[in-house]
């Protein structure tokens, strides 16, 4: 099996991949052979495009507020009924926004934390769940997670981020273990700043600079870059890595 169709004949469901980081997932899958549904909220049009350029034939967009545990786990039963079942599933969907606890009053704080959770970590956390019983009937398969530094870092203006991450980090390993007897394997992977759509504002304004330059490399990642690393741990070759976070952040943070 060659890297060019090391995917052939899977079927991969991803989340948040009508942009960034999900789109070059869904693109990089596509292109080594497999069938993958394209999951995504509101952006219609961008999923469409997402589809638009992913190679083969097969593929599907669906749509759900991941905050919403029925609608998470009715689009992974769309889409694994769309696909004919599933072996990978790559939780990437997440949201980010500032709420610092000094300047926010309770209400907005409660907000910003349930809005957070709601998709970082409990979204992926019931997308999962579904997910595993058809991947359990497949025979076994994979769950690569997308997580962040800010796990390990801390996210001091956006707390709620670096919660959900970390939560999300700890929910990967106990599902390596968990999992490992229906060869089921569980990774994450663990990026700094990217360029995505959702990073534009704070890349493009006056700390930007600052931003690229916490990396040595003095620059943020591309989506493709990232995506290498979640097609390796999707592939069969990484198997012995289940339970691993990877880091991914061009040493901008280095954990021990």
């Given at each position: 099996?060659?890297?060019?169709?090391?995917?052939e004949?899977?079927?991969?469901?991803?989340?948040?991949?009508?942009?960034?980081?999900?789109?070059a997932?869904?693109?990089?899958?596509?292109?080594?052979?497999?069938?993958?549904?394209?999951?995504?909220?509101?952006?219609?049009?961008?999923?469409?495009?997402?589809?638009?350029?992913?190679?083969?034939?097969?593929?599907a967009?669906?749509?759900?507020?991941l905050?919403?545990?029925?609608?998470?786990?009715?689009?992974?039963?769309k889409?694994?009924?769309?696909?004919?079942g599933?072996?990978?599933?790559?939780?990437?969907?997440g949201?980010?926004?500032?709420?610092?606890?000094?300047r926010?009053?309770?209400?907005?704080?409660?907000?910003?934390?349930n809005?957070?959770?709601?998709?970082?970590?409990?979204?992926?956390?019931?997308?999962?769940?579904?997910?595993v019983?058809?991947?359990?009937?497949?025979?076994?398969?994979?769950?690569?997670?997308?997580?962040?530094?800010?796990?390990?870092?801390?996210?001091?203006?956006a707390?709620a981020?670096?919660?959900?991450?970390?939560?999300?980090?700890?929910?990967?390993?106990?599902?390596?273990?968990?999992?490992?007897?229906?060869?089921?394997?569980?990774?994450?992977?663990?990026?700094?700043?990217?360029?995505?759509?959702?990073?534009?504002?704070?890349?493009?304004g006056?700390?930007?600079?600052?931003?690229?330059?916490?990396?040595?490399?003095?620059?943020?990642?591309?989506p493709?870059?990232?995506?290498e690393?979640?097609?390796f741990?999707?592939?069969?070759?990484?198997?012995?890595?289940?339970?691993?976070?990877?880091?991914?952040?061009?040493?901008?943070y280095?954990?021990?």
């Open positions: 099996m060659t890297a060019g169709n090391e995917f004949g899977k079927r991969a469901l991803v989340t948040g991949a009508s942009r960034g980081i999900g789109r997932v869904a693109i990089g899958l596509a292109g080594r052979g497999a069938r993958v549904a394209v999951h995504y909220h509101q952006d219609r049009v961008a999923a469409e495009e997402t589809l638009s350029r992913l190679a083969g034939e097969g593929h967009s669906l749509s759900a507020d905050a919403d545990p029925a609608a998470a786990r009715a689009m992974v039963e889409g694994a009924e769309h696909l004919g599933l072996d990978i599933l790559v939780n990437n969907a949201v980010y926004e500032h709420h610092p606890i000094d926010l009053g309770f209400d907005e704080w409660l907000d910003a934390w809005r957070t959770i709601g998709v970082n970590l409990l979204g992926a956390v019931h997308t999962t769940y579904a997910a019983r058809h991947l359990i009937a497949a025979g076994g398969g994979k769950i690569v997670n997308v997580t962040s530094r800010g796990a390990f870092r801390g996210e001091p203006n707390p981020y670096g919660a959900s991450k970390a939560g999300l980090n700890s929910f990967s390993q106990s599902l390596a273990v968990a999992l490992a007897p229906h060869r089921i394997f569980v990774t994450a992977v663990a990026p700094g700043w990217v360029e995505t759509d959702m990073a534009a504002p704070f890349l493009s006056p700390e930007g600079e600052a931003i690229r330059n916490q990396s040595p490399l003095r620059r943020v990642a591309r493709e870059e990232i995506a690393t979640v097609l741990l999707a592939s069969s070759r990484s198997d012995f890595l289940t339970g691993a976070v990877v880091d991914a952040n061009g040493a901008s280095l954990r021990t």
